[in-house]
Structure formats: structure tokens, C-alpha cells
């Protein structure tokens, strides 16, 4: 793709033209490209975020597609940071190991590995294990840990480079990457081509269900490209002749389901049929019942700004804690700039000093909490917020009080 970005005109699982448009943010930066404070007042590239719905496929997805290469080439993002993710990881593992049972072959590939987070769990649980990241900046600091990790986007070439060199996979995991991929059928083959006849493919993804239903609006960027639930996506692996066996929910990430397939080694369990029931139940396959969401996304737009323009006048202090993509889609949606938040601080290295796309808030260590002393701290990080909100309480010994935008604005104190 050698432009910005480009128009999405057909379904990226089903190929049908039909598509409705639910839910429009406006033009937004892109979440992740954090500004160096010089650029301050330079103007930014923004883009067009919306979410187009498959009346073919129930498939959600972005109306447009922006060029992977500006979007993961570098990349500020650091999974292993929240300790709630480290634990999931382990749970990952433990699962799959369970499920495999592992013998003879006991290579572990993790597709955008990132900092090498679930690769670490499946290391010591004695895995070999290869991650595939095409962020270079972040493969570099899984190597240095001594996590094995090819720099690259997850394609056919690097499959068939990792099976001529290494052999067939016994487990192939993709957390959180599903929804970035424009070209999913070749994903797909690329997982084909190097997963053991009784192996299993491991995918995670927020769910569509838990999106709509919490107001969980923020989970959309450009990153994402699409928006899931299972019938799409069994859809989607019919083609590719993977099998779902069996479906599972989790919290993480405000809402998460966890996709097992295999080359028809395993048996199916009840687990995928009742997720189908629940979507059918649920009328996710129905345009209308996506109609009211932006009604209560603008809800919590505008019960947030009221508030945080209230505390203003009262002369309170708000910080904000997690300069997540999602936060980023918060904040610029809401249009919070620093007038009203003096600070976000996280405890990634790569953001600190930077400013936050769009909002231009400033991005902090957490010390800073301290230093400032705010009043109030809106949890852009909510789907951490109780990890947050221990690890603050400890570290800031005054009497703070939380602000959590998502599902509804609520002030909570520990
Ligand atoms: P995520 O919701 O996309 O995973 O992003 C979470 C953000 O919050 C990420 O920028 C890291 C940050 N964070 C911290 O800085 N400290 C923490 O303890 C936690 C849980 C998250
Ligand atoms: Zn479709």
C-alpha cells in the first residue's frame, strides 16, 4: 500500500458492497502517534473514524484503512507494562498447554508479540518459542531479553521462512492483532501453512457485544480495523479451512473473546454453538439494534465534559492515568485538551515526554502525581482501572478521588 489510506468499498470477510454506517467520531489523529513537544503547534494529518456495518456478514469494520507501515513501523506500545495483562498471559498459557498436552513438538509462535509478554509465559513453561513483531523499536527489546523475535509483519513469507527453518507450530497464538489486519484471508493462510496437523491457533479479540453494550466507543482507532463477533469470524475460518473448537470469554480489555481452531483435529464443543445463540438472541445480526449506540456514546461525551467543567469551576485539579489509544480516542472525542486535564501519567518509557495526538496533553511518570497533586484522576486506562487505582493509592498519599468515563461517568474513591 504505497498511499495514506484508502477507502474501504467491500467487506473484508465476505466481500459484499451493503454496508451501513453506525457509529462517526469525526476526524481523528492516529492514537499512537504520540507528538514531540516541539511539533506542538505544527498541525496534525487526521482522518475520517467510523464504523461501517456488513448486512451480508454482520462484520463491523472502519470506513477506511490506514497504511500499516505509518501505523506499526514504530510503535509506542508496550503490552507486558499492565501486571492484569502479564497474569492473562500466564492463563493463556496455561491453557494451551493444557489443551495440547505437549510432547514432541513444542515450538510456540506469537503473531505481533510485542514485548514478548506471552512468549516470556510460554518460555517458562518450556516452549521454544519465536514471536513475529513488525515494530522494530519493541522486537529489539523482546531479543534483548532473550525472547527470539523476527522482525515482521505476520505474512506468507515469514511463515514459510519459519517453517523451512524451525518446522511445523504446535501452537500458534494472535492476541489482540486480528482487529488490525486488513487482509485477514491471508492471515489466515499464513497460520495454515505453518500449524502442525494437531496443533491449535489461539486468538483473542475485544468482543463486538461487550463494545455496544458498555459504550466501550473508545476501543475504536484506526488501529482497529475491525469489529467482532463470532459468526464473521467462523465465517472467516471456514474459508480457511481452520476449525473453531471452542469459544471463551474474558474480562480483559473491557471484554474479550479467546478463539481455539485446529485442522479438524479437535472436536467441536457446545461453547461455539452458544455463542451463535447469543449473538441470534441478542439481534446482532440486525442493523437497528446497532442504530442507538451512538446515542449513548454522545451520552457519555457529554456527561464528561459537564463534569469535568464543573470540577474545573470549583477549582479542582484533574490528571488522567494511561495515555492508552483508547484514551486518545476518549480525550479528542470529548475534546478534553489541557485546559481541563494538566497531565496524563504512564509508565511506559516510550511515551513519557511526549504529548498526547490531538488533546497535546503531556505525558508524565507517574511521580508526577505526587509533584502535582492533583484532586482528581480520570482512568483513560479503565480497563485496568483496579490495578491503577491500587498502585496509585500506594504510590499518592492523599485522598484522590477516580473519574471512570466507561460504561457511564462515575467518581469512585479507594
Ligand atoms: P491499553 O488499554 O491499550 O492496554 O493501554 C494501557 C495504557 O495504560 C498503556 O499506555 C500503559 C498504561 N498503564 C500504565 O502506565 N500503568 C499501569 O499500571 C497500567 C495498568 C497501565
Ligand atoms: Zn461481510
Request: charged share 30%; aromatic share 10%; net charge positive.
Amino acid at each position: 500500500m504505497k498511499q495514506i489510506y484508502r477507502n474501504v468499498k467491500k467487506c473484508r470477510i465476505c466481500s459484499a458492497k451493503n454496508m451501513v454506517k453506525y457509529l462517526d467520531l469525526g476526524k481523528m489523529p492516529l492514537t499512537n502517534l504520540l507528538v514531540e513537544p516541539k511539533n506542538k503547534n505544527k498541525p496534525e494529518l487526521k482522518f475520517p473514524l467510523d464504523i461501517l456495518y456488513c448486512k451480508n456478514c454482520s462484520l463491523s469494520q472502519l470506513s477506511i484503512v490506514v497504511n500499516p507501515e505509518i501505523l506499526f513501523s514504530k510503535y509506542v506500545y508496550r503490552s507486558s507494562i499492565p501486571k492484569t495483562f502479564q497474569d492473562h498471559c500466564a492463563q493463556i498459557a496455561d491453557k494451551a498447554s493444557e489443551i495440547v498436552n505437549p510432547g514432541r513438538n513444542k515450538l510456540v509462535i506469537d503473531i505481533a508479540s510485542n514485548d514478548g509478554c506471552l512468549l516470556y509465559q510460554f518460555k517458562n513453561k518450556g516452549f521454544e518459542v519465536i514471536g513475529v513483531e513488525p515494530a522494530e523499536n519493541i522486537a529489539k527489546i523482546a531479543n534483548a531479553n532473550g525472547l527470539k523475535t523476527i522482525c515482521s509483519f505476520w505474512d506468507i513469507e515469514t511463515s514459510n521462512k519459519i517453517l523451512q527453518r524451525y518446522g511445523k507450530a504446535r501452537i500458534i497464538t494472535a492476541t489482540n492483532v486480528l482487529a488490525h489486519v486488513d487482509d485477514l484471508n491471508t492471515f489466515l493462510k499464513a497460520v495454515g501453512i505453518l500449524l502442525d496437523e494437531d496443533g491449535i491457533f489461539i486468538v483473542e479479540v475485544p468482543y463486538l457485544y461487550d463494545i455496544l453494550s458498555k459504550s466501550e466507543f473508545d476501543t475504536v482507532y484506526h488501529e482497529h480495523l475491525s469489529y467482532f463477533l463470532v459468526s464473521p469470524l467462523k465465517k472467516l475460518y471456514d474459508n480457511n479451512k481452520l476449525k473453531i473448537f471452542r469459544i471463551e470469554k474474558y474480562p480483559i480489555h473491557g471484554g474479550s473473546i479467546r478463539i481455539y481452531s485446529s485442522k479438524k483435529f479437535f472436536e467441536e464443543d457446545d461453547s461455539v454453538k452458544e455463542f451463535l445463540k447469543f449473538e441470534l438472541d441478542k439481534k446482532l445480526y440486525e442493523i437497528k439494534t446497532y442504530k442507538s449506540f451512538e446515542i449513548k456514546v454522545k451520552k457519555v461525551k457529554n456527561e464528561l465534559i459537564k463534569l469535568l467543567i464543573e470540577l474545573k469551576r470549583k477549582n479542582k485539579k484533574i490528571a488522567a492515568y494511561g495515555a492508552s489509544a483508547k484514551g486518545n480516542t476518549l480525550l479528542n472525542y470529548c475534546c478534553i485538551d489541557s485546559k481541563l486535564v494538566d497531565f496524563i501519567a504512564d509508565d511506559t518509557p516510550e511515551k513519557q515526554g511526549k504529548l498526547a495526538p490531538g488533546s497535546k496533553i503531556r505525558i508524565v511518570d507517574s511521580s508526577y502525581l505526587n509533584k502535582e497533586k492533583p484532586d482528581y484522576i480520570l482512568l483513560l486506562a479503565w480497563n485496568f482501572s483496579e490495578e491503577i487505582m491500587r498502585k496509585t493509592n500506594d504510590i499518592y498519599r492523599r485522598k484522590v478521588k477516580y473519574i471512570i468515563p466507561i460504561p457511564s461517568v462515575k467518581i469512585v474513591q479507594i
